[in-house]
Nanobody, 126 residues
Framework: QVQLVESGGGSVQAGGSLRLSCAAS????????MGWFRQAPGKEREGVAT????????SYADSVKGRFTISRDSAKNTLYLQMNNLKPEDTAMYYC???????????????????WGQGTQVTVSS
């Protein structure tokens, strides 16, 4: 079972930036999808961005396109989410997740992932 540990969350003002990190233990499968998801109080968990192993192809939710960038460092087994121009509506608990590759684009549906981290809180004030 892969272990995922998120970090980098915090409190920022609107327009600010944060970079989230997700450190992963070794994943035994060669092809997989990794992603960032978020859940605001009283709302369902939603997909933010995903990336495939190997090719590194990415996909984004419309709400974050042009502001967020997902990337990974395979040598460090670490996933990143660079978040720029943050808005109050980005406030949520952010989670990373991983599962077997099912085809591009990697799904933004949280139900497609079985391995999750514990989350890191992002709070954006106006």
């Amino acid at each position: 079972q892969v272990q995922l540990v998120e970090s980098g969350g915090g409190s920022v003002q609107a327009g600010g930036s944060l970079r989230l990190s997700c450190a992963a233990s070794t994943y035994t499968h060669n092809l997989y999808c990794m992603g960032w998801f978020r859940q605001a109080p009283g709302k369902e968990r939603e997909g933010v961005a995903t990336i495939t192993s190997g090719s590194g192809r990415t996909s984004y939710a419309d709400s974050v396109k042009g502001r967020f960038t997902i990337s990974r460092d395979s040598a460090k087994n670490t996933l990143y989410l660079q978040m720029n121009n943050l808005k109050p509506e980005d406030t949520a608990m952010y989670y990373c997740a991983v599962d077997l590759y099912v085809g591009w684009p990697c799904p933004l549906n949280p139900n497609a992932y079985n391995s999750w981290g514990q989350g890191t809180q992002v709070t954006v004030s106006s």
